[in-house]
């Protein structure tokens, strides 16, 4: 075995303990890294922002849903406000046609008015009888007495007799189907209720007719 001095052994060992101290600073350091991958605070607010990002998602999604819900809602009401709106008038004026029908049916000078009124009275209580079905499948209420407007129209055919008289209730019935026409004619076009729409399309026609006829026989009286 070779002799070593006391200063060439302190050497050795110096450098031996200073290679130690390197493995141990690495191998200590390794697993400070790995601990710190394990819980750095980075990992979970990752995680955590893209939970907040979907909540926040699910909270848009739900939001826009009761949203859509809503719209949907507001415009079945609108809807439905418009057909029920015809369907009142529609009623408010079949109505009007039967009472003054009846009332013509009796005191009209001129046969063929008398026929006329006779028509009215046939056909507008077949389409009332007709629209209180419909309107009872919609839950809708009918009005059941008339409004100022066509009672106004009564009182003062009321007032009146003879050929006075047939002039006054030709010239309310041409006025009266004309605006019922223009109104059955735009729910048939327009109208969002499937059933309703195309109870205004089939009854059109003969609203159609009777408006030729009375102005037929207005035509005669001038």
């Known amino acids: 075995m070779p002799a070593f001095t006391l200063g060439e052994i ?9 290679f130690i101290g390197l493995l141990a600073v690495a191998f200590f350091g390794c697993n400070e890294n790995n601990s710190s991958d394990a819980t750095s605070p980075n990992r979970p607010q990752a995680n955590m922002n893209t939970r907040g990002a979907n909540q ?13 819900s809503n719209e ?3 415009n079945k009401a609108a809807t439905m406000m418009g057909d029920t709106d015809f369907m009142t008038k529609a009623a408010q004026g079949g109505m009007a046609e039967v009472e003054i029908g009846k009332l013509a049916a009796t005191k009209a000078q001129s046969p063929e008015v008398r026929q006329f009124a006779q028509k009215m009275v046939a056909d507008h209580t077949k389409a009332n009888d ?7 499948e ?4 009918m009005p059941v007495r008339l409004n100022a407007k066509h009672q106004s129209v009564i009182d003062r055919l009321n ?20 605006e019922t026409v223009a109104l059955f004619k735009s729910e048939a076009e327009v109208g969002k209720d499937a059933d309703v729409k195309g109870w205004a399309g089939k009854t059109l026609p003969n ?15 001038k």
């Open 10 to 18: 302190m050497r050795k060992r110096l450098t031996i303990g200073f």
């Open 56 to 68: 926040i998602d699910g909270n848009s999604n739900v939001d826009l849903s009761r949203m859509n």
């Open 72 to 74: 949907m809602s507001n």
């Open 130 to 136: 007709e629209l209180k079905v419909l309107a009872g």
């Open 138 to 141: 919609k839950n809708f209420s």
């Open 159 to 178: 007032g009146l007799s003879g050929a006075e008289f047939d002039k006054a209730y030709v010239e309310a019935m041409v006025a009266d189907h004309e």
């Open 207 to 221: 609203l159609q007719m009777h408006l030729e006829m009375i102005k037929g026989i207005q035509s005669k009286m």
